[in-house]
């Protein structure tokens, strides 16, 4: 009896473990310079699949950069870089066309059957369905944003890179796409690259935070905050003091 169960403890002992799923986007050693500048010194990432991240850095440090060879609209860059699945992408501007509708600015380019029911769904889910018809310019700076993500949402991306797409609204507006966001994410699932220079915002949305210097992760933390998300939590304030201190910058320069 001994016998058999020993055995049985070594079976088990020696069985494989079961792979979990790949990464939604896995970077390696990706490297990037402009002339002798070199901007991106190697970079490793992975993001998983509903997974939320957020990329800080001060202004120069290649953020943008990262999300664009992930968009996959800069090639020129060394190392690996594979995405499982298609990308969306919303950008600080929201750039809709402004000779076309709502409604077409959500299909530019859409490749699926009934592309207008596709639309006028994800103008519903953003809370558009009513601005169908109008013209981009007489959108308000929300509802441009709101166009934007419905326009990158419709794609049904397994990867969303959005490039600091709330910085120009005002604190009010910014506080509801927040949870438009969330919701969308939540319902959706998709792995999220957010960059932003906005601290509390990265800890409001996003599971993990990275904050990129020298062309590297100089950091990486957890988001282990209950959702929703709230200021006042004790947690909050400690990872806060945490990412300003990696910026260079002082838990109260970052209040002021």
């Known amino acids: 009896m001994a016998t058999r169960i020993l055995g049985e403890l070594s079976a ?9 799923p790949a990464p939604v986007a896995r970077i390696r050693g990706l490297t990037k310079a402009f002339g002798d500048r ?24 290649g953020k ?22 298609d990308v969306a992408v919303a950008f600080q501007e929201p750039r809709l066309v ?6 077409a600015n959500i299909t530019l380019g859409l490749r699926r059957p009934n592309p207008q029911k596709a639309a006028r769904e994800a103008l519903a889910e953003v809370g558009l369905t009513e ?15 709101r166009a934007s993500l419905a326009r990158a949402l419709v794609r049904e991306p397994d ?27 939540s319902r959706h699932r998709p792995g999220v690259l957010l960059v932003t220079h906005d601290v509390d915002e990265a800890l409001l949305l996003a599971d993990r935070a ?5 062309g590297r992760i100089a950091k990486e933390i957890t988001v282990d905050l209950p959702r929703p998300r709230r200021r006042e939590h004790p947690r909050f304030a400690a990872l806060r003091a945490e990412l300003l201190t990696e910026l260079g910058v002082s838990a109260e320069e970052g209040f002021a």
């Open 210 to 214: 990275l904050v990129l210097g020298s």
């Open 38 to 61: 070199t901007v991106l010194d190697g970079i490793d990432l992975d993001i998983d699949r509903g997974e939320f991240v957020a990329l800080l850095g001060r202004s120069g440090t």
């Open 131 to 145: 601005r169908a018809d109008a013209w981009p310019l007489t959108l308000s700076g929300g509802e441009a944003q």
């Open 12 to 20: 088990t002992a020696a069985a494989p473990e079961t792979p979990g």
């Open 159 to 185: 990867l969303l890179l959005l490039d600091e797409p709330f910085s120009a609204l005002d604190a009010l507006t910014r506080i509801t796409i927040h949870s438009l966001v969330l919701e969308l994410w």
């Open 64 to 85: 943008s950069t990262l999300l664009r060879a992930l968009a996959r609209l800069d090639t020129t860059h060394e190392g690996e870089l594979n995405v499982d699945g």
């Open 98 to 103: 402004p000779w076309k509708r709502v409604h």
